[in-house]
């Protein structure tokens, strides 16, 4: 029993992790696909090359799943390999009888210029790959040819991350802030429940549901700077990047203060049915249903949630810790106003 307890606790989340990597990498291993074939033909009916080998690869470079910026990155692509290859080029100028100074120099060159442009790891890689390629296999092919080639497969790339698949930067704010105030309205749910069945070993449940919510705020974070750089480096995002600004900010600062006044909370409402001291304030259980209810009607964009109203003054009728935890109560019902107010702006 024990043992089936600790595999399902570490295999979870493990399963839970390699879902999230497969639902955000494989539209752009598709796209990257998509594209590298799309880049090889064109190249070779523009130019008429027979193995357009760098057009495919430079709209895989462009389009891999993990990057920040698509559109950077192809920038970036372009602009390192166009410095090689002129670093190569005056490489070429010494002696032939010195190949590994040849090849010294111009690596060294290559990357030290190109990382002087600032513009990420991209460039000064594929600046000193280049130099290396134009001294290897000579300037026929390594020069012009597959400068050529760069251009098409990069072109391609930003043409599915500018124009074809660029995503709506404020549905990926809007999507991972739905998954964070889910797992809170659940925790809440959870920490209802407790209070009906006074069920102290439900209570601490809900605080472990309010902890995994953690990984959803990350996501949230990570989100907000997807949706910036997406704001910054797409034609769709330039369009809403005010917009975006806003959102983000107000996000940024209610999401951290929702969840945080949430996880406080669950802690001493699990704090005050593990000591049993005294019974719930008479108001709890309504004004935990309509946080429960609030945080889902955010999430599924349904309506604006009205808290219940409370009365102040149950804060000195009630033990200690029943007072602490009406106290974080109230500021979870603060964030979300505040939250709700940034969804209704969104």
């Given at each position: 029993?024990?043992?089936?307890?600790?595999?399902?606790?570490?295999?979870?989340?493990?399963?839970?992790?390699?879902?999230?990597?497969?639902?955000t990498a494989w539209r752009d291993a598709l796209a990257s696909a998509i594209a590298a074939a799309l880049a090889w033909i064109l190249a070779k009916h523009l130019f008429g090359h027979e193995h357009?080998?760098?057009?495919?690869?430079?709209?895989?470079?462009?389009?891999?799943?993990?990057?920040?910026?698509?559109?950077?990155?192809?920038?970036?692509?372009?602009?390192?390999?166009?410095?090689?290859?002129?670093?190569?080029?005056?490489?070429?100028?010494?002696?032939?009888?010195?190949?590994?100074?040849?090849?010294?120099?111009?690596?060294?060159?290559?990357?030290?210029?190109?990382?002087?442009?600032?513009?990420?790891?991209?460039?000064?890689?594929?600046?000193?790959?280049?130099?290396?390629?134009?001294?290897?296999?000579?300037?026929?092919?390594?020069?012009?040819?597959?400068?050529?080639?760069?251009?098409?497969?990069?072109?391609?790339?930003?043409?599915?991350?500018?124009?074809?698949?660029?995503?709506?930067?404020?549905?990926?704010?809007?999507?991972?802030?739905?998954?964070?105030?889910?797992?809170?309205?659940?925790?809440?749910?959870?920490?209802?429940?407790?209070?009906?069945?006074?069920?102290?070993?439900?209570?601490?449940?809900?605080?472990?549901?309010?902890?995994?919510?953690?990984?959803?705020?990350?996501?949230?974070?990570?989100?907000?700077?997807?949706?910036?750089?997406?704001?910054?480096?797409?034609?769709?995002?330039?369009?809403?990047?005010?917009?975006?600004?806003?959102?983000?900010?107000?996000?940024?600062?209610?999401?951290?203060?929702?969840?945080?006044?949430?996880?406080?909370?669950?802690?001493?409402?699990?704090?005050?049915?593990?000591?049993?001291?005294?019974?719930?304030?008479?108001?709890?259980?309504?004004?935990?249903?309509?946080?429960?209810?609030?945080?889902?009607?955010?999430?599924?964009?349904?309506?604006?949630?009205?808290?219940?109203?409370?009365?102040?003054?149950?804060?000195?009728?009630?033990?200690?810790?029943w007072q602490i935890c009406l106290q974080h109560l109230s500021t979870v019902e603060s964030a979300l106003q505040s939250f709700s107010a940034s969804a209704q702006n969104t």
């Open positions: 029993m024990l043992s089936k307890v600790f595999f399902n606790r570490f295999t979870t989340p493990l399963i839970e992790r390699i879902q999230f990597r497969w639902t357009p080998v760098f057009a495919a690869i430079s709209a895989i470079v462009c389009l891999a799943p993990g990057l920040p910026s698509h559109g950077k990155q192809a920038v970036g692509l372009m602009v390192g390999v166009a410095t090689g290859i002129i670093i190569g080029e005056a490489a070429l100028w010494l002696p032939d009888g010195y190949p590994l100074l040849r090849i010294g120099f111009a690596t060294f060159s290559a990357i030290a210029i190109a990382a002087l442009y600032g513009l990420g790891a991209v460039v000064p890689i594929q600046a000193g790959v280049s130099a290396v390629l134009m001294l290897a296999v000579g300037p026929e092919s390594a020069g012009v040819v597959r400068m050529l080639d760069v251009v098409v497969g990069a072109g391609v790339g930003l043409m599915f991350s500018q124009i074809l698949l660029t995503p709506n930067p404020i549905g990926i704010i809007d999507d991972s802030a739905k998954d964070l105030l889910e797992k809170l309205a659940k925790g809440f749910g959870q920490s209802l429940t407790a209070l009906e069945k006074n069920d102290a070993k439900s209570a601490q449940h809900a605080v472990f549901i309010f902890s995994g919510a953690h990984d959803s705020l990350i996501t949230l974070e990570n989100g907000i700077a997807s949706a910036r750089n997406t704001a910054r480096w797409t034609l769709r995002g330039r369009f809403a990047s005010r917009e975006v600004k806003d959102i983000a900010s107000r996000y940024e600062r209610h999401a951290v203060r929702l969840y945080a006044s949430a996880l406080l909370f669950s802690e001493a409402f699990a704090d005050a049915m593990r000591k049993e001291q005294g019974s719930p304030p008479a108001a709890l259980h309504e004004r935990l249903a309509s946080v429960a209810s609030g945080c889902a009607a955010i999430a599924g964009d349904t309506q604006q949630p009205v808290l219940a109203a409370y009365d102040d003054q149950q804060v000195e009728a009630v033990s200690a810790p």
